[in-house]
């Protein structure tokens, strides 16, 4: 009876400090920390509301970054005096010669015959003196002066037309958000494509190239939606007249979190960074805390282009020479989170710290008699 007693005096201190030693060292794990390489790779993918991906030779091909834009413009390919086509609504100018004095039309050396402003009509039509009704809608300038030229026949000698723009509704884009001069842009001065809309428009009002979002709208559609510096980079598009341009700031960012050197936030200064750039642009691994074998990236479902299609986990094993090269063809998007894993030494190095800690309060306490309190968790 008396050594059951002295057992159960000495295992009882024992007891307790080991308990308070577990619990300091939960309390010390937990801040800071994320998920334990056990929590995605120990649990069936069935269970989980995302997929787990490992990233091999085999998998990546799905996943591999878009290709670099480094194509001309495409504004390259589009004339500055493309035709545009005359509708409802456009002003136009039209002035009338003839080579000989003393014909209804003066001669070019003189002011011509200036019949003011032609508003095209509903029905698409203009009114002229001497040439009667002209149907214009549909047609370009030079079409249009052709047509004039031929209601003219029998009437003038050899006429000269010349038709111009003066001001038009139709053929204008909207271009509005973080823009210096929001509103109206008409397309029929040199204007083709969504970087000559917005540089027409003075240029976004604030914000770096990376950090902007164009959508394009079409007949109520959208029809693109791209950043900024990728237009500039050669994704630039035509647009058309009745197009809406809305640009809005949109910082591509994706997270960087774990045994990394620097963790945070990191802007995406192009559209196709890989794995293995961002993790270089945290500085890399922490040698002393990282798990080379689990290098993970969250992405979110896209919710509203595929509201089916589920969150997705994919994993990376560095100590795999292979995955080098996978990681270089893994694009990482916008919101993805990249989380580096501790080594599991690390995590039982950071448990046998804080019981070693408790063991030295215990001590403390017995040899001065005085009474510590512990840490709250």
């Given at each position: 009876?008396?050594?059951?007693?002295?057992?159960?005096?000495?295992?009882?201190?024992?007891?307790?400090?080991?308990?308070?030693?577990?619990?300091?060292?939960?309390?010390?794990?937990?801040?800071?920390?994320?998920?334990?390489?056990?929590?995605?790779?120990?649990?069936?993918?069935?269970?989980?509301?995302?997929?787990?991906?490992?990233?091999?030779?085999?998998?990546?091909?799905?996943?591999?970054?878009?290709?670099?834009?480094?194509?001309?413009?495409?504004?390259?390919?589009?004339?500055?005096?493309?035709?545009?086509?005359?509708?409802?609504?456009?002003?136009?100018?039209?002035?009338?010669?003839?080579?000989?004095?003393?014909?209804?039309?003066?001669?070019?050396?003189?002011?011509?015959?200036?019949?003011?402003?032609?508003?095209?009509?509903?029905?698409?039509?203009?009114?002229?003196?001497?040439?009667?009704?002209?149907?214009?809608?549909?047609?370009?300038?030079?079409?249009?002066?052709?047509?004039?030229?031929?209601?003219?026949?029998?009437?003038?000698?050899?006429?000269?037309?010349?038709?111009?723009?003066?001001?038009?509704?139709?053929?204008?884009?909207?271009?509005?958000?973080?823009?210096?001069?929001?509103?109206?842009?008409?397309?029929?001065?040199?204007?083709?494509?969504?970087?000559?809309?917005?540089?027409?428009?003075?240029?976004?009002?604030?914000?770096?190239?990376?950090?902007?979002?164009?959508?394009?709208?079409?007949?109520?559609?959208?029809?693109?939606?791209?950043?900024?510096?990728?237009?500039?980079?050669?994704?630039?598009?035509?647009?058309?007249?009745?197009?809406?341009?809305?640009?809005?700031?949109?910082?591509?960012?994706?997270?960087?979190?774990?045994?990394?050197?620097?963790?945070?936030?990191?802007?995406?200064?192009?559209?196709?960074?890989?794995?293995?750039?961002?993790?270089?642009?945290?500085?890399?691994?922490?040698?002393?805390?990282?798990?080379?074998?689990?290098?993970?990236?969250?992405?979110?479902?896209?919710?509203?282009?595929?509201?089916?299609?589920?969150?997705?986990?994919?994993?990376?094993?560095?100590?795999?020479?292979?995955?080098?090269?996978?990681?270089?063809?893994?694009?990482?998007?916008?919101?993805?989170?990249?989380?580096?894993?501790?080594a599991p030494l690390y995590e039982?190095?950071?448990?046998?710290?804080?019981?070693?800690?408790?063991?030295?309060?215990?001590?403390?306490?017995?040899?001065?008699?005085?009474?510590?309190?512990?840490?709250?968790f």
């Amino acid at each position: 009876m008396i050594i059951w007693s002295l057992l159960r005096a000495v295992a009882q201190p024992f007891a307790i400090v080991l308990g308070l030693g577990i619990g300091v060292a939960a309390c010390s794990a937990l801040p800071g920390d994320g998920p334990w390489m056990g929590g995605a790779s120990g649990t069936s993918s069935e269970a989980l509301p995302f997929d787990v991906i490992d990233l091999t030779p085999t998998t990546i091909a799905a996943y591999l970054q878009p290709a670099t834009i480094d194509r001309p413009s495409i504004t390259s390919s589009l004339s500055a005096g493309g035709k545009v086509a005359v509708a409802a609504g456009d002003a136009l100018k039209v002035r009338i010669f003839e080579p000989y004095e003393g014909s209804i039309f003066p001669t070019i050396q003189k002011p011509g015959a200036d019949f003011g402003i032609q508003r095209v009509l509903d029905d698409g039509t203009i009114n002229i003196p001497f040439v009667g009704t002209v149907r214009v809608a549909g047609l370009d300038l030079l079409q249009i002066e052709r047509r004039i030229t031929q209601q003219l026949a029998g009437k003038a000698q050899d006429p000269q037309v010349i038709v111009e723009f003066v001001a038009d509704r139709t053929h204008t884009v909207m271009i509005s958000g973080d823009i210096k001069n929001p509103g109206r842009v008409s397309i029929l001065e040199g204007v083709r494509s969504v970087v000559d809309a917005i540089n027409r428009a003075g240029g976004p009002a604030s914000g770096a190239a990376s950090q902007l979002e164009v959508v394009v709208r079409r007949q109520g559609n959208v029809i693109l939606t791209a950043q900024y510096s990728e237009l500039l980079a050669g994704g630039d598009i035509p647009i058309q007249k009745g197009d809406e341009i809305v640009i809005r700031p949109n910082s591509r960012v994706f997270t960087v979190l774990g045994a990394v050197v620097k963790s945070g936030n990191v802007e995406m200064a192009k559209h196709n960074t890989s794995l293995i750039e961002a993790l270089g642009q945290a500085g890399g691994l922490n040698d002393l805390r990282a798990n080379k074998t689990g290098v993970y990236v969250f992405r979110m479902s896209d919710s509203q282009s595929n509201p089916a299609a589920r969150a997705r986990v994919f994993r990376l094993d560095l100590l795999q020479p292979v995955s080098m090269l996978v990681g270089q063809q893994f694009g990482l998007q916008a919101r993805d989170v990249v989380y580096v894993t501790n080594a599991p030494l690390y995590e039982y190095d950071k448990i046998l710290t804080s019981i070693y800690r408790t063991f030295s309060i215990i001590s403390v306490v017995r040899s001065t008699g005085t009474a510590v309190s512990l840490p709250a968790f």
